[in-house]
């Protein structure tokens, strides 16, 4: 028995190693710059990769006392719900017709669907734009919820109607000679079946919103709705001379995602797993 675990950790020994080399190469740099954000921008030049001499907590304080910041913030938490409302709510009718309907055209129109995955955005920024213009929608909350929305479908749907493929039929069958309707069987049956599937996707969809930038920066052209990656930039720009604060500015706005996805990483996790080995 002692032999036999020494032998198994020895085979683990390499993919531990790789695991811990992973962690540290992401985890130095947020350390890196966490540590930068409390030191001034001479003593940076001077020690850039010690600890702090005297830890400069006004970096911090003053961008926290700052309403602009907290503007920011607000502004990508209300298009993140928004879209991440939108995107599921229609992928969720969308993947159920996809799954549980038998009707003409239907592989096709999917088809069109997951080809939406190798669309660039880039190519239709201008289009876009134009649209945007002609429907009143620049500087408008909805006019980066709805393309955002747009965007995450194809990936959402897929996600989506590969679980839903895996109900069984036998509860659709049943929850018909109950009287119960098509929609009644998807809102109150397959929905909460589906909660962790829901759960990955909606986690997809608020992280993508949250790190999209050049959305943003198209549309929205008043300060009052940037969001937070334009955010970073103009402050960049703004204390381009001064790393410590930028540092700190950084590492500040990186602190709401980490925290989401701290809470979220079972559920997205879980989602995943539940997708690959139900059935």
């Given at each position: 028995m002692t032999h036999s675990r020494t032998s198994r950790r020895g085979r683990n020994l390499p993919l531990h190693l790789?695991?811990?080399?992973?962690?540290?190469?992401?985890?130095?740099?947020?350390?890196?710059?966490?540590?930068?954000?409390?030191k001034t921008t001479d003593e940076l030049s001077r020690n850039p990769v010690g600890l702090p001499e005297?830890?400069?907590?006004?970096?911090?304080?003053?961008?926290l006392g700052s309403g602009d910041f907290w503007r920011l913030i607000g502004n990508s938490t209300l298009i993140a719900v928004g879209?991440?409302?939108?995107?599921?709510?229609?992928?969720?009718?969308?993947?159920?017709?996809?799954?549980?309907?038998?009707?003409?055209?239907?592989?096709?129109?999917?088809?069109?669907?997951?080809?939406?995955?190798?669309?660039?955005f880039a190519v239709a920024a201008l289009p876009l734009f134009l649209l945007l213009r002609s429907l009143g929608l620049l500087d408008n909350p909805l006019g980066v919820i709805l393309p955002q929305a747009a965007f995450g479908l194809p990936m959402t749907i897929i996600i989506l109607r590969g679980f839903f493929r895996q109900i069984p039929g036998e509860l659709e069958e049943a929850a018909t000679l109950d009287g119960c309707s098509s929609f009644g069987f998807f809102w109150r049956v397959l929905l909460p079946m589906a909660r962790p599937a829901l759960g990955t996707v909606s986690v997809l969809a608020v992280v993508t919103s949250w790190?999209?930038?050049?959305?943003?920066?198209?549309?929205?052209?008043?300060?009052?709705?940037?969001?937070?990656?334009i955010?970073?930039?103009?402050?960049?720009?703004?204390?381009?001379?001064?790393?410590?604060?930028?540092?700190?500015?950084?590492v500040l706005a990186m602190v709401p995602a980490l925290a989401f996805y701290s809470v979220a990483e079972r559920q997205l996790v879980g989602g995943l797993t539940a997708g690959a080995t139900k059935g």
């Open positions: 790789v695991l811990v080399l992973v962690g540290a190469v992401m985890a130095v740099p947020l350390l890196y710059a966490a540590l930068s954000g409390f005297s830890w400069v907590t006004s970096n911090y304080t003053q961008i879209t991440t409302v939108l995107v599921v709510a229609v992928s969720a009718l969308s993947a159920f017709s996809f799954a549980r309907f038998a009707f003409r055209g239907r592989e096709v129109l999917f088809t069109l669907f997951t080809m939406g995955l190798m669309f660039p790190n999209n930038f050049f959305l943003p920066l198209l549309v929205f052209t008043e300060a009052q709705w940037w969001t937070l990656p955010g970073v930039q103009q402050y960049q720009g703004q204390y381009s001379a001064e790393y410590a604060k930028v540092f700190a500015y950084l």
